[in-house]
């Protein structure tokens, strides 16, 4: 692995633990609502303000995070399926809006509110799960030499008057799934021989 495909790697473990991050600190927002829900219960006008301020912020926040990930995570194994998570839980988010404002008005659909509340709180923490299991982009094997290499074939023919020197092969292949069985995207395979002209009078050594 070069520097560049260690620098590559290297940001894209911090994406991934971005969306770790922003699925958790989401998820645990959602569960705050809760509280003060039931501090509204309680008679306390400051936990209305704050409910409703709340959930019009996380509505806009997820649905935003979700576009996102459609447009950066879209190739990679799990990252679509996490994004449709996070767009499906805005909309959850939005209709849980409407209901509890329709409740504030006294309309009859608390007691939908109430159930629909832990059904999104459970949605969230699946859209966590599924930002877990973001899997990093493929790490490409490096294999350099000129060894076991049959330079006759039609393959690897060497031109007239040259010798093999060095030979690199890239195989940039999947990691292994876990746990979904999503298709697989096709391994990325390159071969690169350098060669020299034969010096005079020596026969070709493959």
């Known amino acids: 692995m070069n520097a560049a495909t260690g620098t590559e790697m290297s940001t894209d473990r911090r994406i991934g633990r971005g969306w770790v991050a922003f699925t958790t600190i989401a998820m645990w927002a959602i569960f705050l609502q809760s509280v003060t829900a039931g501090r509204i219960l309680s008679g306390d ?5 704050t409910h409703r301020t709340t959930a019009v ?8 995070g979700g ?9 990679r194994t799990g990252g679509r399926r996490m994004a449709i998570v996070l767009v499906a839980l805005a909309v959850c ?3 849980q809006h409407r209901l509890g404002a329709a ?15 832990v059904a999104i709180f459970a949605f969230a923490a699946q859209a966590n799960m599924l930002a877990r ?11 350099v030499g000129a060894h076991d290499i ?3 074939s039609d393959e690897y023919r060497l031109a007239p008057g040259e010798q093999p020197v060095a030979y690199l092969q890239v195989d940039a292949g999947p990691h292994p799934s876990r746990g979904f069985p999503s298709p697989r995207p096709a391994a990325v395979r390159g071969r690169v021989v350098m060669t020299r002209p034969v010096p005079p009078n020596k026969e070709h050594q493959p």
Not at 104 to 114: I, K, Q, R
């Open 57 to 64: 912020l996380l509505f806009l926040v997820i649905l935003a």
């Open 133 to 143: 299991r973001l899997e990093p982009a493929p790490e490409a094997d490096l294999t």
């Open 150 to 152: 049959d330079f006759d």
């Open 93 to 95: 988010l939005f209709v």
């Open 45 to 49: 006008d400051w936990a209305r303000t």
């Open 67 to 75: 576009l996102a990930a459609l447009a950066v995570l879209r190739e």
């Open 103 to 117: 409740a504030a008005d006294g309309e009859d659909t608390l007691w939908l509110h109430v159930p629909f509340g």
